[in-house]
């Protein structure tokens, strides 16, 4: 890694001259001011996607589980100006991988590429917060039991090794872009990436000591829901920032973001009080992120009531995959990732086949005339589930190998924070 990060620094020496080289084009001014809000929005859901793990994790964890993800934020941000961005949106190499002509941010400057009204720079930055957000997802699958060092390395591989080629497959020129698969702001490239991602690694990095006898309760649930809050923030830049612009289509993702997210909220919470007796908190901000993975891929591209029944049916399907599939296979997915974004991610990649409409978004679904789009649908989510399952199958091998993946039982009976880190979230008498 020491080796990696210093030829890194080497090659932007030597890319210094041009980092800011000139693209071409002519910034509008609207656009570029909307794009730089939803930048910063999507980077606020990092920290909120920490604070809405740290709520359900037990006490003896919660700075850990924090610490996952705002270290993530830290290391990816770098990756991705080193050689990240490059491996995304670089020149095609055969529809799977970027080149290597912005490593460095090489010819990365501030005026657009060619058809484009923002600057390079910020679409680069833009998209560098994805790259962020979608690792991060995938801790909640591993807290309470995993080595900082594994996880550092892993996160490290796993965004060089699968979400960038993912997101040049779909975003930036590859062949699920050639093939017409649709995926507004990252239903494949970041929710079923992680989801899938998380479910192999609750497998093989196993269970936490004690599942599913001992009693796990969240040690904060006010905590969870400001995090969920952020969440939902958020992710009007995460969705309406997608449309690149500051125009109709960021209007539409707007209103179907928060109807999505409030329909499945909803839903959940009905059907968990009919199923088990009680509305719960914790479950309706289990919807509401249902309803904003949902809608992720398909903002763009549906209406305000085709998102009510693509967040209807994130609600009952990601309860259904929490509270009844979990439990019945038996892997412990901690905070369940897959349930959420891999169900809803699959969920919400499907319904934009299903209800595009080429009056929103150019393109029409199955139910406005266009089969074949639902096939490009369900071949881009075949082949994300595969790529990303067997990836990080060897990943996590080869990292268990190099340094191990699980903490030892002490570490783990007395809890992360001291063990690891030295600290507490919560000093109680």
């Keep these: 890694m020491i080796r990696l990060f210093v030829l890194s620094f080497l090659l932007i020496l030597g890319a210094g001259g041009t980092a800011l080289a000139a693209d071409g084009g002519k910034i509008d001014s609207g656009d570029t001011a909307w794009l730089l809000v939803s930048t910063a929005l999507v980077m606020l859901m990092t920290p909120g996607l920490a604070i809405f793990y740290g709520g359900m994790t037990r006490r003896k964890n919660v700075l850990n589980t924090i610490m996952l993800s705002f270290i993530t934020l830290a290391m990816i941000s770098v990756q991705w100006v080193l050689w990240g961005y490059s491996l995304s949106f670089g020149s095609d190499i055969g529809g799977l991988v970027g080149g290597l002509d912005?490593?460095?941010?090489?010819?990365?400057?501030?005026?657009?590429?060619?058809?484009?009204?923002?600057?390079?720079?910020?679409?680069?930055?833009?998209?560098?917060?994805?790259?962020?957000?979608?690792?991060?997802?995938?801790?909640g699958a591993f807290v309470e039991r995993i080595k900082f060092s594994a996880f550092l390395l892993f996160t490290l591989l796993w965004s060089t090794i699968v979400y960038d080629p993912l997101a040049h497959w779909v975003w930036g020129g590859g062949w699920l872009m050639d093939l017409g698969a649709l995926d507004f702001a990252g239903g494949t490239v970041v929710h079923i990436s992680s989801g899938v991602s998380a479910l192999v690694a609750a497998l093989v990095i196993g269970?936490?000591?004690?599942?599913?006898?001992?009693?796990?309760?969240?040690?904060?649930?006010?905590?969870?829901?400001?995090?969920?809050?952020?969440?939902?923030?958020?992710?009007?830049?995460?969705?309406?920032?997608?449309?690149?612009?500051?125009?109709?289509?960021?209007?539409?993702?707007?209103?179907?973001?928060?109807?999505?997210?409030?329909?499945?909220?909803?839903?959940?919470?009905?059907?968990?009080?009919?199923?088990r007796g009680k509305p719960t908190l914790l479950g309706a901000a289990s919807g509401a992120v249902a309803g904003l993975v949902a809608i992720t891929p398909a903002a763009g591209f549906v209406g305000p009531i085709s998102s009510i029944i693509?967040?209807?049916?994130?609600?009952?399907?990601c309860y259904l995959a929490v509270v009844l599939i979990k439990p019945s296979l038996g892997y412990d997915d901690s905070l369940d990732v897959f349930g959420i974004h891999g169900v809803g991610g699959t969920w919400g990649a499907i319904a934009t086949g299903l209800f595009a409409s080429a009056a929103v978004g150019g393109v029409d679904g199955l139910f406005f005339g266009n089969p074949g789009q639902l096939v490009k649908q369900i071949i881009g989510v075949v082949a994300t589930y595969l790529f990303a399952g067997i990836v990080t199958f060897i990943l996590l091998k080869v990292v268990d190998l190099l340094v191990g993946l699980r903490v030892s039982d002490e570490e783990e009976v007395t809890g992360l924070d001291i063990s690891l880190h030295g600290e507490e979230g919560y000093r109680l008498s």
């Design 207 to 275: 269970r936490r000591r004690g599942y599913p006898y001992e009693a796990m309760h969240p040690n904060n649930l006010p905590l969870t829901l400001i995090g969920t809050a952020l969440l939902w923030f958020g992710w009007f830049g995460f969705n309406a920032g997608s449309a690149l612009a500051s125009n109709g289509s960021a209007v539409n993702a707007f209103v179907t973001t928060n109807t999505a997210a409030a329909m499945a909220a909803f839903t959940w919470t009905i059907v968990e009080w009919f199923h």
């Design 310 to 317: 693509i967040g209807f049916g994130a609600g009952v399907l």
């Design 102 to 139: 912005y490593i460095g941010l090489k010819g990365v400057g501030t005026t657009p590429q060619e058809g484009s009204t923002i600057p390079h720079l910020l679409f680069m930055m833009f998209q560098g917060m994805f790259a962020i957000i979608t690792p991060a997802l995938i801790t």
